[in-house]
């Protein structure tokens, strides 16, 4: 297995848990055909960082899963709404690597990518739990924990909602380490600016790390596509801190990366009315870039962030190199999916299938 960039630099991080799950350098290449501007537009393809399933939740459940694994845990606990990619893609490695995942879950509006990810969930066999709110997950996870250390007599792995501790937020220090090498290799110039969805902050908080250890230039221009409540400047720093201080206790020779709050770029205009809710100039930029590039995204995390960077690509950038972090799974669903009964799944997801998708999913 090649050691990873980040390992390479520092080999005392060579002692964290981690465990390989993707195909590295996911590829890094230059778009053509968007708006005409004096920027060069790039994009990182993370959508191809796994061979069954893509993204960029698998850089995170490598370390997670890792230290589940050095722990010996056979059950795996995981936290997010009810179409989540995170937890899909968690309950997809963890079995791989003989664990048995258990998605809590909470109501989100609907679209055709929940529809979708409740069935893949059903295909690979992953426990789901719908909940109405956050007091019934918590009640939820509390009882199902009791009965998982009562049946194995061990403990839970807990991750939690999309993979974004200190451990999991390493992932993505290692992502900006990849992609310096491939700015050496000369496949892309250094960016700029990298604009990135912000759903959980460890993408955006990993990121901001690797690149000012590595003394780049770039910045990350974090896009809000979740509550400001879980992203805004406070919690990404925090995360930074923390991230920060687990790297330095393996190897005390990562640097001491502080990035204050008012020193993060947070972009909010995008996030629209609640969380996966689509906006018309997300939409937009998802038509964009599949007509113009063959490149699918989506209304909650991906084509918010596309529509950021396009308005500051005509209106505030000029002459720059600018990097689009694609976060989503392009991955093909496995075979029969849609011949699967979403009645198999717990009722309260059935409300999925028995609706109408929002408006501009339509």
């Known amino acids: 297995m090649d050691i990873l960039p980040l390992f390479k630099k520092y080999p005392g991080l060579a002692a964290l848990p981690f465990v390989r799950l993707g195909e590295y350098p996911t590829p890094a290449q230059e778009l053509f055909g968007l708006p005409e501007s004096s920027n060069r537009i790039f994009i990182k393809r993370d959508d191809l960082s796994g061979v069954e399933y893509g993204g960029n939740k698998i850089r995170k459940l490598e370390f997670a899963l890792g230290e589940a694994c050095l722990l010996g845990s056979t059950d795996v606990i995981t936290y997010g709404c009810d179409g989540s990619n995170h937890a899909l893609a968690t309950g997809i490695y963890a079995g791989k690597l003989g664990m048995r995942s258990y998605s809590i879950l909470r109501t989100q509006p609907n679209a055709r990518y929940v529809r979708s990810n409740l069935k893949k969930s059903l295909y690979y066999g992953i426990n789901l739990f719908h909940c109405e709110d956050k007091a019934e997950m918590d009640a939820v996870s509390d ?10 007599g061990k403990e839970p792995y807990f991750i939690p909602v999309g993979g974004s501790s200190p451990l999991g937020t390493v992932g993505f220090v290692n992502a900006a380490f990849e992609l310096r090498e491939q700015v050496d290799a000369g496949l892309i110039p250094e960016p700029d600016y990298i604009y990135a969805a912000a759903g959980t ?8 790390i690797g690149l000012r250890a590595l003394g780049m230039k770039t910045t990350v221009i974090p896009v809000r596509v979740n509550d400001e409540s879980r992203v805004n400047c406070g919690q990404i720093s925090r995360l930074i801190d923390e991230t920060t201080a687990l790297l330095r206790s393996y190897d005390t020779r990562f640097p001491a990366i502080r990035i204050s709050p008012e020193n993060i770029p947070l972009r909010h205009r995008f996030f629209g009315e609640e969380y996966a809710g689509f906006t018309e100039e997300g939409m937009a930029a998802v038509r964009l870039l599949d007509k113009c590039c063959g490149i699918r995204l989506e209304g909650t995390y991906t084509g918010k962030t596309l529509a950021a960077m396009l308005e500051a690509a005509t209106q505030t950038h000029s002459g720059k190199n600018l990097l689009f972090w694609n976060t989503l799974n392009s991955r093909v669903p496995p075979d029969g999916l849609e011949n699967l009964d979403y009645h198999a799944l717990p009722k309260g997801f059935h409300r999925y299938f028995e609706t109408d998708v929002q408006p501009l999913d339509r």
């Open 143 to 152: 009882k199902l924990a009791a009965q998982l250390r009562e049946a194995s």
């Open 201 to 208: 902050n460890g993408t955006v908080a990993g990121l901001m």
